[in-house]
């Protein structure tokens, strides 16, 4: 799986900047750069972790100014030889360089190349490796706190020390099997017994965090929705703090849905504004009007807006029935008006919190966001000791754990032999090894490393 080639690759952004970096790893490294670098000495008779300042010269044409980073194998992020030039910013520069270290020997790296090494040469595990990632991807400080606990080796220490629980009772019972003589199984069932429940006590408390950790990575996905001209456009661009959508007296102005992300109280919400639902014959109304119901069907969070100043309708009935098992609040806009609506009249068509708001003067902004706040978190996010399982790849890992624990129970309770109970500790054993990247086969691996951008 691992690949002799010296790699290079532009690690900073191609644009125009101060500085742009050209990564290049591998055995042949230093002597790649050596090739097309002057300064007072080789690079290969140097320190390793020096910086050197020289010039990038090709065939007696000085191309840049540079410094370089010297960092020889194995204390580097891969394991490998390294070298980083430091050349001036810029798309044309980083690129000439770029194409003179490949011409040198060097191979374009592929998307996450570097950090895939550093997984395959042991400097790091694999959940560690995608923490790197979604750092890299962090959209708020929650995300990024989680993501730099998992670097840190937070979940890959949690799932070690719970296989070693598990291949302890897995090596106690081969021993029994092989020597009966010396070891007694009798009264080893209930103390297995009682140690597998912790670990699937430990494993579902880590399972129960995926559903807050997936959030503080992705955001909530939020719907507005109501009939036409009743506000969820002056709510976007309350929510958004900008001119977002269109707003006008003219009923369905917003004919698709608009989205954008806002964060609340450090939270991200995926906000998404629809088209008015109502009965419309315009064709292209109607097409966004379809578009809107089903984003409500895939919505965590449905916000619906009403138009205080006016009756309840027919419309804003049908919607409210569509919403009714949605996690849902109901803003009753334009409240700095005349409040004509019926709240009376509107408990009969919905069990959802209801909220005088004004996207005109922001009355109400406090308290929906501490509606959202406690719809999804029961309590504060905390960082001492928490680690929150973020990513479905290791939530589904952990869910097949659980089922051959509870394999491993039901043998326990039907008095099954000790092998079936190696066999399905065995198989836990395995389904966490997944996590940290000892039970993957290649192609799940170079899916994985696919999603980094190049030059990490």
């Known amino acids: 799986m691992l690949k002799n080639d010296t790699i290079a690759a532009i690690a900073t952004p191609l644009s125009e900047s101060a500085i742009g970096i050209i990564r290049i790893c591998g055995d ?40 370089v980073i010297l960092m020889k194998g194995p204390s580097t992020y891969t394991g490998e030889d390294t070298v980083e030039i430091n050349c001036h910013g810029g798309i044309l520069i980083t690129q000439r360089i770029l194409e003179e270290v490949i011409k040198a020997g060097a191979v374009l790296a592929e998307p996450g190349e570097f950090t895939k090494r550093a997984f395959l040469n042991g400097k790091m595990d694999l959940s560690r490796a995608e923490s790197v990632i979604d750092i890299i991807e ?60 912790g670990i699937k006590s430990e494993l579902k408390s880590l399972l129960s965090t995926y559903e807050r950790g997936r959030i503080i990575k992705e955001g909530i996905e939020t719907v507005i929705v109501g009939k036409p001209n009743v506000g969820k456009s002056s709510i976007l661009n309350l929510l958004s703090r900008q001119e977002k959508a269109i707003v006008t007296d003219v009923a369905g102005t917003t004919r698709d849905s608009i989205s954008e992300q806002i964060k609340l109280s450090g ?50 009935k049908e919607i409210l029935r569509i919403i009714e098992d949605k996690k849902a609040i109901i803003l009753l806009n334009k409240s700095d008006k005349s409040v ?19 996207a005109k003067s922001a009355k109400g902004l406090d308290e929906l966001e501490e509606f959202i706040r406690g719809k999804f978190y029961n309590k504060e996010i905390g960082y001492n000791d928490q680690i929150y399982i973020t990513n479905i790849r290791h939530k589904q890992s952990i869910e097949e754990t659980i089922e051959s624990i509870d394999l491993v129970l039901q043998s326990i309770d039907m008095g099954m032999a000790e092998d079936f109970l190696s066999i399905d500790l065995v198989n836990a054993y395995e389904y966490l090894g997944e996590i940290i990247g000892e039970s993957l086969n290649e192609d799940i691996i170079n899916t994985i490393f696919a999603k980094f951008c190049m030059g990490k």
């Not at 002597?31 to 390793?48: A, M, P, W």
């Not at 109607?286 to 100043?309: N, P, Q």
């Open 28 to 67: 042949m490294a230093i002597d790649i750069v050596d090739k097309i670098y002057k300064g007072k000495k080789k690079l290969r008779e140097l320190n390793t972790h020096t910086v050197n300042y020289g010039n990038i010269v090709v065939e007696e044409e000085f191309i840049d100014e540079v410094l």
């Open 138 to 197: 962090a959209k708020n400080q929650y995300a990024l706190k989680s993501s730099l606990m998992h670097l840190r080796g937070g979940l890959s220490e949690l799932i070690s020390g719970i296989r070693l629980k598990i291949l302890d009772e897995v090596a106690f019972i081969e021993a029994a099997l092989d020597d009966p003589e010396h070891y007694d199984l009798d009264e080893y069932r209930g103390e297995l017994r009682q140690k597998v429940l």
């Open 267 to 316: 939270i991200n919400i995926n906000l998404t504004d629809t088209a008015g639902i109502r009965e419309s014959d315009d064709l292209v109304e109607s097409i966004g009007i379809k578009k809107s119901k089903e984003l409500i069907e895939s919505a965590e969070l449905v916000i619906c807006v009403l138009d205080s100043s006016k009756e309840l309708s027919d419309e804003d």
């Open 340 to 358: 004509i609506i019926d709240k009376l009249e509107l408990k009969k068509y919905t069990t959802h919190p209801v909220l005088e708001f004004s």
